[in-house]
Every structure is written in C-alpha cells, then in structure tokens.
C-alpha cells in the first residue's frame, strides 16, 4: 500500500525533497521509442523548460534535476517563509501564471481591489492559492499534467503519460542532500547516455557548468553558497566549486568504472558532511536501490519518524553503514 504523502513530506523535518516521476511501463516516451520508432527526444525540453517556469512561479527552488528517457528527477527546497512574506495581489498573480484563477481573482488584479461583500471569499481563496504555492504536490501536478496533454495531443492518442503517482524522498541533511544532487547529476553519466558533464544535457549540472565558464550561477537554479555572509540565507550549503569539482570526479570514476580514484582525493564537502570515499561512491550510484523512503543519518531518520508519528525506521542499518 502507498505511503501517505503526509508520511513523506514534513516541513518541520526539513525542505528539501527528491522526486522523481516515470512514464507509464517506464517505456521510452521521452525517447527513442522502439515500437513507434520514433525520436520523442524533443518532449525532454518541454519538461525541462516547464520545470524552469514552474520554479519561478512557487515558492520552490531546483536544486538539481535530470530529464531522462523515460522518468524525470528533481531536488527541491521548499521556501515557505516566502509565500508567507508575499502580499495577496502578488499571490493571486503568480497563481494566474498557472492556472485561470476566478472571477474574483480576476477583478482582484485588475482593479485592485474587490467590492466588500465578496472580500471574504477573496481572502479565502487567497490562502488556498498562498499554500499551493509551496505544496510539492501541486508543483508536481503541474508540471506533469501539462506534459501529458501535450504527448497525447502528438501522438494522436489518450490515456496515462505519466505513472500516477511521483515519488517524494525527504532530504534529512546536508550529507543526504549532496549525495542525492550528485545521483541526479550524473543520472546521464550512469546511463551511459553521456561520457561528461558538459554532455549531460537537460540536467542542473549541464546548466552550472556553463554558467562557471563565466563565474555565475544560473538564476533558475537554487544557488550555492558564495560565502559567510550567505550562509543564513536561501543557499545551498555547499561552495559550488568543490561541488562542481566532487561531481566532475565521480563521474569521471563512474565512467571508468574506478572505484579507487577518489583515495587521495580531498573535497571540503565529504569533510564537510562527514561520508567517506566508498560510502559516497555508493550512495551516488545506488541511492535508489538503498533508499525508498526518507534519506539520512541514523539521528536525522529518528527524528524524522517522531515528527511523522512512525514507529518503524526505515532503512536505518544501511543508513548507520553509509553515513556512519
């Protein structure tokens, strides 16, 4: 039986979600389909294009994100000191980016204001809309339904693009963090589908690495920290850098299949989040296979349970071997 999404997602614990959405029968409809033969490859930019809008509208950041043949990958933070900060007006409008809204929603953006009796339903409606603009669910509804009804539109067709439900893994800490940015980084890499990063297209790395050939980050990524002075404010925890630099290696190892590289090796980020050579190369390797549920330390995982009310720790011996 599916876990409950409020069993998954838990903003007391942490932010930061990895979800992951495939095609039905995980075929090839983002792809190389090799019933139809035809090259679908082009919908992996539309997903990737939504994603990008999407980011820009709620109050979610991309940490990290892979457009695959047939399932898609995403590390998000949830920013909800934001929606609370923003005004109504300024609600209404990002919601209307998305959807239709309603009557009322409309009038209030064009004049300003509503008539008094209906204030309010306006700022009932408000609320709803200030929520949804920091819920994975709806973020995720609104990327992949858009993308449905395009495919089917192409192919002539209806019925299910996508598997009904996503699945959502909660971020624990900033060593399940890295590693799980590193596993949907080097997604392209372990598939065999590119030898370098710069060959990873429709991947967050592919976008960081470009923008470093200028000194920047990409405005439509959740952005590293650059120093001291960020560190309280919305960054990745990491330089990006180093974490460009630790990617860049384990991929290289990936593809060469050497285990051994990284031995005399040293990243501030494995010092910094406390995982060893072989633990990491397993965790951006085989996360999946490891973890099903919510990624961390043993401590993080406990805590975890108690804010969900869960009485059983999953995947807390792997969890105890990998992270220590």
Known sequence: MPTPRCQQISLHATPYYHCVSRCVRRAFLC???HYSKKNFDHRREWIEQRLLFLAQVFCIDVCAYAVMSNHCHVVLHIDKEKALTLSDIEV??????VCKGTLITKEFVSAGTVREFIQPTLANTVKVYRKRLFDISWFMRLLNEPIARMANEEDECTGKFWESRFRSQALLDDAALAACMAYVD?????AGKADTLQESIH??????VKAAISRKQPDSLMKFSEGDDNEKLNYLPFRVNDYLELVDMTGRAIKDNCSGFIQDYQNSILSQVNLNENSWLILVTKLEYYFSGAIGQCQSISEFCGIIDKHRRTHFHISKRLFG
Do not use: A, F, M
């Open 92 to 97: 209404v409008e990002r919601w209307h980016k």
């Open 203 to 208: 991947t967050s790395i592919h976008l960081r």
């Open 31 to 33: 792809g190389w389909d």
């Open 186 to 190: 080097l997604n392209p890499i372990r």
